[in-house]
């Protein structure tokens, strides 16, 4: 049986290939003056060099005989359809409330933390989002009721 994580290593591997081939074809231009293909080349890069990480410690590990946690599924499509709602209520919710009411989500719910650390680190995610993107870098980012 193929492990799935060589798989998915391969399938990252050549995505990550393919863009950096075509990511080439943009100009890429230099650090302190970047060109429009600089950022895709340099993800793509990065993207590359995991797959081949993983790849390699897939390879190199032994198949393991225990199960997934029970659940898993369930709690992949909970996320899945958490963050299309996401998409859908950022405009009226708001991006702090939205943001705050997703990372609140994903800890709760698909990583079980307890109460004080979910609030406080889904507090300082939205805040912290929020300066970086809309006060430092000037992102507009919806407004909502708050």
């Known amino acids: 049986m193929v492990n799935r994580d060589v798989v998915v290593a391969a399938l990252a591997l050549a995505l990550g290939a ?38 390699t410690q897939a390879l190199l590990s032994r198949p393991s005989t225990n199960q997934q946690a029970p659940g898993r599924i369930a709690k992949v499509t909970a996320l ?34 307890r109460w004080p650390v979910a609030l406080s680190m889904a507090l300082l995610t939205a805040l912290g989002s929020y300066v970086v993107f809309g006060i430092w870098l000037s992102v507009p980012l919806p407004r909502g009721p708050l």
């Open 18 to 55: 393919v863009a950096i081939f075509e990511s080439a074809k943009i100009p890429l231009g230099t650090v302190r003056n970047p060109g429009q293909g600089f950022f895709p080349w340099w993800t793509s890069a990065v993207i590359v060099l995991l797959a081949l990480v993983l790849l």
């Open 80 to 113: 899945l359809l958490i963050l299309a709602a996401y998409t859908f209520l950022l405009d009226f919710l708001g991006y702090l409330l939205c943001t705050f009411l997703l990372v609140l989500f994903m800890l709760r719910v698909t990583d079980a933390q």
